[in-house]
């Protein structure tokens, strides 16, 4: 079985059927809602980040370091990370996919802040994106932070399951991100980057009264496992 972890906020890990563990906007340490502490986490291949902003990226660089995991990310946040020491890394650009070796990803556009937790000089300010991966015959979309984007409508037909930002005020709201699943036309959504502080407060059972016969909404709690059947 596929298998989806949400950690609270945007982190999220992925496990193939097959074992390949991949995580995705690592934030443990500070995050008010994480199930567990950065130090926690083990047995992760491979560590995907959609942007820079602290709340997806403050533990990607020790995890990938201490794990011995291949970071994935835009190209100037591995040219950060590189310049951070770390070693195992493999840069993309919007738009762009590549085969990994347990599956395609693509990265996807997104409309959000590009600043780069860490980088002091602003050198590395860059676009942000969201992910769509292929794996176990699954399209799989994390859209990382971003506005509702009429972009979205050209995943609709490649997307099973979508991880969509709900929490508004730094990103879409339930509105939008309904408008969202109507352009994209997932079968499970699963909603991220909200409740972890006040600022993001919403409801998931108002947000799945509205998505309605649209799709089916999981709501884990963080630590909480969807597991992904055939669909
Ligand atoms: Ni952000
Ligand atoms: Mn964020």
Same mark, same amino acid.
């Given at each position: 079985?596929?298998?989806?972890?949400?950690?609270?906020?945007?982190?999220?890990?992925?496990?193939?059927?097959?074992?390949?563990?991949?995580?995705?906007?690592?934030?443990?340490?500070g995050?008010?809602?994480?199930?567990?502490?950065?130090?926690?986490?083990?047995?992760v291949?491979?560590?995907f980040?959609?942007?820079?902003?602290?709340?997806?990226?403050?533990?990607?660089?020790?995890?990938?370091?201490?794990?011995?995991?291949?970071?994935?990310?835009?190209? /100037?946040?591995?040219?950060? !990370?590189?310049?951070?020491?770390?070693? =195992? +890394?493999?840069?993309?650009?919007?738009?762009g996919? $590549? %085969?990994?070796?347990?599956?395609?990803?693509?990265?996807?556009?997104?409309?959000?802040?590009?600043?780069?937790?860490?980088?002091?000089?602003?050198?590395?300010?860059?676009?942000?994106?969201?992910?769509?991966?292929?794996?176990?015959?699954?399209?799989?979309?994390?859209?990382?932070?971003?506005?509702?984007?009429?972009?979205?409508?050209?995943?609709?037909?490649?997307?099973?399951?979508?991880?969509?930002?709900?929490?508004?005020?730094?990103?879409?709201?339930? /509105?939008?991100?309904?408008? !969202?699943?109507?352009?994209?036309?997932? =079968? +499970?959504?699963?909603?991220?980057?909200?409740?972890? $502080? %006040?600022?993001?407060?919403?409801?998931?059972?108002?947000?799945?009264?509205?998505?309605?016969?649209?799709?089916?909404?999981?709501?884990?709690?963080?630590?909480?496992?969807?597991?992904?059947?055939?669909?």
């Open positions: 079985m596929t298998k989806l972890t949400w950690h609270g906020h945007s982190t999220f890990t992925l496990e193939s059927k097959t074992g390949t563990r991949i995580l995705i906007d690592p934030w443990f340490d995050n008010p809602v994480a199930d567990r502490s950065a130090a926690e986490v083990e047995g291949e491979w560590i980040c959609t942007h820079g902003h602290a709340d997806h990226f403050a533990d990607a660089i020790p995890l990938t370091r201490r794990l011995g995991a291949t970071l994935v990310s835009s190209f /100037e946040i591995i040219q950060f !990370a590189q310049g951070q020491g770390v070693e =195992k +890394v493999h840069p993309m650009g919007v738009g996919g $590549f %085969d990994f070796p347990f599956g395609r990803v693509k990265m996807t556009a997104a409309l959000h802040g590009g600043e780069v937790h860490g980088d002091e000089s602003g050198r590395w300010t860059c676009t942000p994106g969201g992910f769509l991966f292929h794996l176990d015959g699954l399209g799989i979309y994390h859209a990382g932070d971003t506005a509702l984007l009429t972009d979205m409508q050209l995943l609709k037909g490649q997307v099973d399951v979508a991880i969509l930002p709900i929490g508004d005020n730094f990103t879409m709201g339930p /509105e939008d991100a309904v408008r !969202a699943v109507e352009f994209i036309g997932p =079968k +499970v959504v699963i909603p991220m980057h909200y409740d972890t $502080f %006040d600022l993001i407060r919403q409801d998931p059972e108002a947000f799945r009264s509205r998505v309605g016969d649209r799709a089916r909404v999981e709501t884990p709690k963080p630590g909480g496992t969807v597991e992904i059947g055939d669909l």
